[in-house]
């Protein structure tokens, strides 16, 4: 045994979620050949744990551990049930230099408890080597730990891109290390459906499969496809196998079964049951299929002998309904439909999407289970005991927790890591966004709206991985990992110790342990962002990383940076044209991906800005400064710091010039993304003011047109003079029938003014 008079470092706890209570202690307690597994307790599910725990130990040590009765003996790792411990997920562990004390109120805790341990233990006990010269060490600690909320989960989309069984296990395995609880298992949509169901075999051998996929990104014109047959689905021996493998682990799978949207797959197999009944074909295209469930006898039949099928399968008590994304443009057209909200009483077709999801939530009560839907279930009143899931943002979630209903907060803000996790133009294509590391770390499921008895019905939240661009598992793993350990932090460590900055310093070490594990691991810690400011007619540029143990060296002459190039300490201000580039180095070795930027002073580049309406605060960039800083936005995305979006509002601004300029032409920059509800102005106009407050108008624009992303649109002033601009770029409005997103109003995308 080792022992020490100094207590451990922090540096020897880089335990993620981080516990509520730790202290740190002197010492280490050795496992060796010798140590011994411990327990007295009969139930059996602490045996399989400690002969998990053992055998996971012998892997990695070739130790074979024996397992006695709990005993006074030294050497011994001992786990203990113990009702005294209030949080039915709770544990404490006690490592002292010759004894490691394990306890728990149930046996979740201490499968928790083990977890903790492991990641106390070498990173080479996840990855076993053959060098006699490690050291199977755990630094002396007193821990006491419980999760913040009960409800902590993972979602993963097998509709879009199917896994077999064994990848989602070892993503079960990989969400279980990290203490999540619950898996959300979304298993039907329009691009496939996935579980077999005996009553009706066209499910899976018609809508399991697809004539082929989209190659490329939704936004990419015109669309293409592979054209190879593509699906695959799980019998219900394989759903067996994997909620068990699941239970073992501590974690309730949640099925997903869309209604009534999200139905095309099904539609292809049973057409009967759409409002109109001709052939359909399982999607290849991502987005929403206007064809949707028809509300008939039929339908409700079909739909409750799936979930007669279904609930037997899951003992958990929640089944997932699904609900979001249902156009009604089918229901709109359908005379059944307007005959049965007549009869009915429905005053228009959300009511009918509420009647629709009241009846499904009836029978699946009558089941002894409860349903959870994405927040649309809200439109036309809610389902009497359903759960809420809030993705649209947090105001379906406060409105159901208001109303008493639970929830789970899931908002597109935070929780969605199918989005771009770096501003790199490396990164892989995903689906759009950007939700960086540090943006997860911050969320905080309660909202401030919610009072401490409202804040009640905040179960949790939960991760989604929809896998439209995920077409295998080391690409989800890619996108989940380091992300997943942001969030269950969020979901499991008290808010009040939550603290960025020693996180980063944690997670530096952990992703070694998760490639350790085989895990694809996103290792963006050292990658360089920036912050472009317009300020006092110049621009200031701020460049960062992560890790802080690295230093960052530059060049403005366009030369790649060496460790001989400038020392980044404070904001480089640009005055002229500049090219910029710069790198992080660690160990005088680079480290993480180079980053660069040219800076275009053009009239307006670091003078003022004011927005008469700001932009969505997920899409928010580095604020109104964003416009006018130089800076281009990525051209392939419009989730990055440059980009500013408007949700259904125009763009106004007025610009300070500082004094009279000569002004030719003024260059806007749009993305268009129609598959994304982003659309191009309708109009354009350019005012101009001597004083800022009185403004004539120069010129209007009524015709914008682009088929790629980025769209540039230029407008020619003749050599005005003037001080003062102000811009106005109207939104497109309503999205038209038959588009991605139709009748919701549509989304404005813009990154730079140019004026010269």
């Not at 399991?208 to 593509?230: E, M, V, W």
């Not at 929403?288 to 399968?313: G, H, K, M, Q, Y």
């Not at 499904?360 to 994405?374: A, V």
Request: charged share 25%; hydrophobic share 35%; glycine share 8%.
């Amino acid at each position: 045994m080792e022992s020490a008079s100094e207590i451990n470092p922090e540096s020897q706890y880089p335990l993620i979620p981080f516990p509520a209570h730790l202290q740190a202690q002197a010492g280490k307690f050795i496992i060796d050949e010798n140590t011994v597994l411990q327990s007295n307790e009969k139930e059996e599910k602490v045996n399989l744990l400690l002969r998990e725990f053992a055998q996971q130990i012998k892997t990695a040590t070739t130790y074979t551990l024996a397992i006695t009765p709990e005993g006074s003996q030294k050497n011994a790792i001992v786990f203990r049930l113990d009702k005294s411990i209030e949080n039915t997920e709770g544990y404490a562990l006690s490592v002292q230099v010759d004894r490691i004390v394990l306890r728990a109120k149930n046996p979740a805790g201490l499968f928790y408890g083990v977890q903790t341990l492991r990641q106390l233990l070498p990173l080479e006990f996840e990855k076993p080597t053959s060098s006699p010269q490690i050291s199977w060490a755990i630094p002396a600690v007193e821990i006491k730990d419980e999760p913040r909320f009960p409800y902590r989960g993972m979602h993963l989309d097998v509709a879009r891109h199917f896994l077999k069984v064994d990848k989602v296990k070892k993503f079960i395995d990989q969400i279980a290390y990290h203490k999540f609880n619950h898996f959300h298992w979304h298993l039907t949509d329009d691009q496939g459906w996935r579980i077999e169901i005996k009553k009706y075999p066209k499910l899976t051998e018609v809508g399991g499969f697809r004539s082929g996929t989209l190659i490329g990104h939704y936004n990419d014109q015109p669309h293409q496809y592979d054209k190879k047959r593509y699906g695959g689905f799980y019998t219900q021996e394989d759903i067996k196998e994997v909620v068990q493998y699941a239970a073992e682990r501590f974690i309730t799978v949640i099925p997903e079964i869309e209604l009534p949207g999200h139905a095309q797959a099904a539609l292809a197999a049973y057409p009967e049951l759409a409002c109109e009944n001709k052939n359909y074909s399982v999607w290849r295209i991502w987005g929403i299929s206007t064809n949707i469930f028809c509300p008939t006898p039929a339908t409700f039949d079909f739909l409750e002998n799936v979930f007669d099928e279904v609930i037997p399968l899951f003992p958990g008590k929640y089944i997932h309904i699904g609900g979001d994304e249902a156009p009604k443009t089918k229901w709109q057209e359908s005379a059944f439909c307007q005959r049965l909200m007549r009869q009915e009483g429905l005053e228009n077709e959300m009511a009918l999407q509420s009647y629709f999801i009241r009846r499904i939530e009836k029978h699946i009560n009558s089941k002894g289970k409860q349903i959870i839907g994405w927040d649309e279930i809200l439109e036309g009143g809610l389902a009497p005991n359903a759960t809420v899931m809030s993705w649209r943002g947090i105001e379906g979630g406060i409105e159901a927790a208001k109303a008493g209903h639970d929830v789970i907060m899931t908002p597109t803000s935070h929780c969605y890591l199918d989005y771009y996790q770096s501003d790199h133009p490396d990164e892989p294509v995903a689906i759009g966004g950007f939700i960086p590391l540090e943006k997860i770390y911050q969320y905080d499921p309660i909202p401030d709206e919610l009072s401490p008895s409202e804040a009640k019905h905040i179960l949790g939240s939960q991760g989604n991985l929809w896998s439209e661009y995920l077409p295998n598992f080391e690409q989800v793993e890619y996108m989940a990992f380091p992300r997943v350990c942001a969030l269950s932090e969020v979901v499991w460590s008290p808010q009040d110790q939550r603290d960025f900055d020693h996180f980063v310093e944690r997670i530096s070490f952990h992703t070694n342990r998760l490639a350790a594990m085989g895990i694809n691991v996103a290792n963006h810690l050292y990658d360089l962002s920036s912050s472009i400011q317009p300020k006092d007619g110049a621009v200031e540029v701020e460049i960062e990383a992560l890790a802080k143990d690295g230093q960052i060296r530059y060049t403005l002459d366009g030369g790649e940076p060496t460790l001989q190039s400038s020392l980044y300490s404070n904001p480089i201000k640009v005055t002229t044209n500049q090219q910029i580039k710069a790198q992080s180095f660690l160990a005088e070795k680079p480290i993480g991906r180079s980053w660069q930027q040219n800076i275009r002073m053009h009239k307006a580049a670091g003078k003022k800005i004011v927005l008469k309406t700001l932009p969505h605060s997920k899409y928010s960039g580095g604020g109104p400064g964003s416009l006018i800083n130089g800076a281009n936005g990525n051209p392939e995305r419009y989730g990055d710091a440059e980009w500013l979006g408007f949700d259904g509002k125009d763009l106004e601004a007025v610009i300070d010039l500082g004094k009279k300029e000569t002004i030719n032409t003024i260059t806007f920059r749009f993305f268009i993304g129609e598959g994304q509800w982003i659309y191009l102005p309708k109009s354009i106009q350019v005012f101009t003011s001597e004083d800022g407050l009185d403004f004539i108008e120069k010129r209007r624009s009524k015709t914008i047109e682009g088929d790629q992303k980025l769209v540039k649109h230029v407008i020619a002033l003749d050599a005005v003079q003037s001080r003062y601009l102000k811009v106005v770029a109207e939104n497109y409005g309503i999205i038209p029938k038959g588009r991605q997103g139709e009748g919701n109003e549509s989304w404005l995308f813009v990154d730079e003014i140019v004026v010269d």
